[in-house]
Structures are given as structure tokens and as C-alpha cells.
T-cell receptor, first 112, second 114 residues
């Protein structure tokens, strides 16, 4: 089973808020975990990339992976109107050239 | 920063016609992928390609689909006889190596079948 579940939202927050986005999955074989941002009529843009469990921080973005709970999160601090987009989680296996499995995406709107 | 480029941005085709979607992956990347996204649905994997061979394909990628790397820079997806349900955004992606490096996506081709 390759399912990845993600609440589609929409999620609306005021500028400066902390945003928490989450995905759950069922296949324990996933080893790579990614967050992509997608603006309307654009392709997925890589935000964060994590191997196995743990945390990774990049500026205002923090990605967390909890493999024991099969749960990943993306936190956005000090959210900006420019963060308004759809956020896609994606997961991959530890085998070269194989598919990424995507969640449906969460639509985020940050109001000024 | 290098990027994946896709042409055309929008393709309108009559049902039953053949269509070729084109992609130029990032130059030092070795793995190439096609995904599609039907409006309002998840991004779905179609096929991966490495060393001039298909590495993996999904159930969606049936005999109507084919991929080719005709030269050192282009990567194409051909749909032989398009159906209404082929209408979607088609994204090309590339990665420098296998899954230990992330896949980078182009902005897609919107395919509309009439």
C-alpha cells in the first residue's frame, strides 16, 4: 500500500502566524520525505528534503519526520502572504529511479 | 539556478490524436520522470527513466504512452491516441542520482483533449 494522506484544507492564517502542515502514511518502507510548494499553474517546487527520521531546518521552514508514528510535518514560522500556495508532501523509497508518492496537498492562505 | 523546462505550456488536441510533450531536464541529472496531475487530484507517477531504459512505470502508463530521450538534452512523453481522460497537467522531473537526491520539477504542460 502506497497511500499518503494529507488534509486538503483550506487553511487560512494571519500574517506572522506559525503554520503546521502534516501528512500520514501507511507504508513503512518510505525512506525519503519531501515537502514541495506549488503555486497556481506552476510545478512543484522543492522546499525540504529529509532522509529517514529527524528534524531539518531551513530559514523559516522546519520539517519533522516521525517514522515510528508514520507522520511528517512542515512548520512555517512568521508566515508571509507570499507563502500562500498549495503544500504537497511526497515520499520515496530507498531504490533508485522509483516513484515519489504524493499527498493531495494542503492549500494555505496567509492574509496581511 | 538550473531548472527543468517543459514545452509547450499548453497543448490542445483532438481526441484520438497523437501528442508529444517535451522536457529538458537539468543538465547533469541522470534520472528522469513523468508525472501527471488531473485537476483537483494528487500528483501521480507515470514513469521513470535511467540509462535509456524505463526503470519503473505505473498502471497509468499503458501501451498508449511511451518515453524517449532522443538526444543528450531532451526527454519526451508521447501519447499515441489521446482520450478525454488524458486531460491533465503533465510534469517532468529530474534527479542527479537515485532517490538519495531530490527530484526537481518543471512547470508542466497543460494538456486539453477536446
Amino acid at each position: 500500500q502506497k497511500e499518503v494522506e494529507q488534509d486538503p484544507g483550506p487553511l487560512s492564517v494571519p500574517e506572522g502566524a506559525i503554520v503546521s502542515l502534516n501528512c500520514t502514511y501507511s507504508n513503512s518502507a518510505f525512506q525519503y520525505f519531501m515537502w514541495y510548494r506549488q503555486y497556481s499553474r506552476k510545478g512543484p517546487e522543492l522546499l525540504m528534503y529529509t532522509y529517514s527520521s529527524g528534524n531539518k531546518e531551513d530559514g523559516r521552514f522546519t520539517a519533522q519526520v516521525d517514522k515510528s508514528s508514520k507522520y511528517i510535518s512542515l512548520f512555517i514560522r512568521d508566515s508571509q502572504p507570499s507563502d500562500s500556495a498549495t503544500y504537497l508532501c511526497a515520499m520515496g523509497f530507498n531504490q533508485a529511479g522509483t516513484a515519489l508518492i504524493f499527498g493531495k496537498g494542503t492549500t494555505l492562505s496567509v492574509s496581511s | 539556478e538550473p531548472e527543468v523546462t517543459q514545452t509547450p505550456s499548453h497543448q490542445v488536441t483532438q481526441m484520438g490524436q497523437e501528442v508529444i510533450l517535451r522536457c529538458v531536464p537539468i543538465s547533469n541529472h541522470l534520472y528522469f520522470y513523468w508525472y501527471r496531475q488531473i485537476l483537483g487530484q494528487k500528483v501521480e507517477f507515470l514513469v521513470s527513466f535511467y540509462n535509456n531504459e524505463i526503470s519503473e512505470k505505473s498502471e497509468i502508463f499503458d501501451d498508449q504512452f511511451s518515453v524517449e530521450r532522443p538526444d543528450g538534452s531532451n526527454f519526451t512523453l508521447k501519447i499515441r491516441s489521446t482520450k478525454l481522460e488524458d486531460s491533465a497537467m503533465y510534469f517532468c522531473a529530474s534527479a542527479r542520482t537515485g532517490n538519495d537526491q531530490p527530484q526537481h520539477f518543471g512547470d508542466g504542460t497543460r494538456l486539453s483533449i477536446l
